[in-house]
């Protein structure tokens, strides 16, 4: 088993809000737990997440997958279309 990793507050906007029924919710990670690795938990826990779906690290898009760190915040944002 992996040791405890950090702690993140995920919020949760549009469908995975709706599937999550909570719009916040707290983990800890095991150590070394990357961003795919987390959309991953994520997808176990409130379903499948839309293609397009954003994974918003402290209010950033990141480009990657490095480890998260204990007090990230991460933002699930549904796809957006413009026009």
């Not at 954003?54 to 279309?81: C, I, K, Q, T």
């Amino acid at each position: 088993m992996a040791h405890e990793g950090p702690t993140i507050e995920v919020l949760f906007f549009g469908p995975a809000k709706a599937r999550a029924g909570v719009d916040r919710a707290r983990l800890t990670l095991a150590a070394g737990t990357t961003l795919g690795e987390l959309r991953s938990e994520l997808e176990r826990r409130v379903g499948p997440l839309a293609p397009g779906t954003a994974l918003v690290v402290n209010g950033e898009f990141v480009r990657g997958d490095g480890a998260l760190a204990d007090g990230d915040e991460v933002a699930v944002l549904p796809p957006v279309s413009g026009g």
